[in-house]
T-cell receptor, first 115, second 112 residues
Framework: GAVVSQHPSWVICKSGTSVKIECRSLDFQATTMFWYRQFPKQSLMLMATSNEGSKATYEQGVEKDKFLINHASLTLSTLTVTSAHPEDSSFYIC???????????FGDGTRLSIL | SQKIEQNSEALNIQEGKTATLTCNYTNYSPAYLQWYRQDPGRGPVFLLLIRENEKEKRKERLKVTFDTTLKQSLFHITASQPADSATYLCALYSGGYQKVTFGTGTKLQVIP
């Protein structure tokens, strides 16, 4: 089946640091990738839709200058949390699908802890 | 406002019994509905998809029903096993620009 790889799986860093998370589709080309955030015992909240070769579409309330998304190729999207603060600590998950009406394939998430 | 509710935060069931999870939605006209499984610290894994014109879908021990009149989907796991213990998420896709919205999930615990 389709595989989506997310890296790193776990990050601990100091407040003010910028953190980059990578999401790769390993065996298919993904024109669209999605970035989610999940708090403990809560569901996945869509942050943004990443489109290859164009600007990402951010959900209401998500700061695009805070969460920079780059989708430079059909197999790679990156999320950079700029100047991270403790309130940015969360579980970040990416997903991709081959076409708009197909199920999403998720990465294994990145646990981000800001001290 | 649009809302997706999964019947309970947690469900405990005896091994061998059928587990039934519920997903209710309001103010949606979903083109299709999906069910995912999520284990702790992992990303969700796709299980089943059912379209608006389908009543029922099966895959091995899994069965999903979709009632667009009741605005409800039921997810059944027959002959449940401890390995089925996980959080199960329903998700709705309404078409348009491919946005999928997830419910809050039900944590299933199958007791040996």
């Amino acid at each position: 089946g389709a595989v989506v790889s997310q890296h790193p799986s776990w990050v601990i860093c100091k407040s003010g640091t910028s953190v980059k998370i990578e999401c790769r589709s390993l065996d298919f080309q993904a024109t669209t990738m999605f970035w989610y955030r999940q708090f403990p015992k809560q569901s996945l909240m869509l942050m943004a839709t990443s489109n290859e070769g164009s600007k990402a579409t951010y959900e209401q309330g998500v700061e695009k200058d805070k969460f920079l998304i780059n989708h430079a190729s059909l197999t790679l999207s990156t999320l950079t949390v700029t100047s991270a603060h403790p309130e940015d600590s969360s579980f970040y998950i990416c997903s991709a699908n081959r076409e708009g009406n197909q199920p999403q394939h998720f990465g294994d998430g990145t646990r981000l802890s800001i001290l | 406002s649009q809302k997706i509710e999964q019947n309970s935060e947690a469900l405990n069931i005896q091994e061998g019994k059928t587990a039934t999870l519920t997903c209710n939605y309001t103010n949606y006209s979903p083109a299709y509905l999906q069910w995912y499984r999520q284990d702790p610290g992992r990303g969700p894994v796709f299980l089943l998809l059912i379209r608006e014109n389908e009543k029922e879908k099966r895959k091995e021990r899994l069965k999903v029903t979709f009632d667009t009149t009741l605005k409800q989907s039921l997810f059944h796991i027959t002959a449940s096993q401890p390995a089925d213990s996980a959080t199960y998420l329903c998700a709705l896709y309404s078409g348009g620009y491919q946005k999928v919205t997830f419910g809050t999930g039900t944590k299933l615990q199958v007791i040996p």
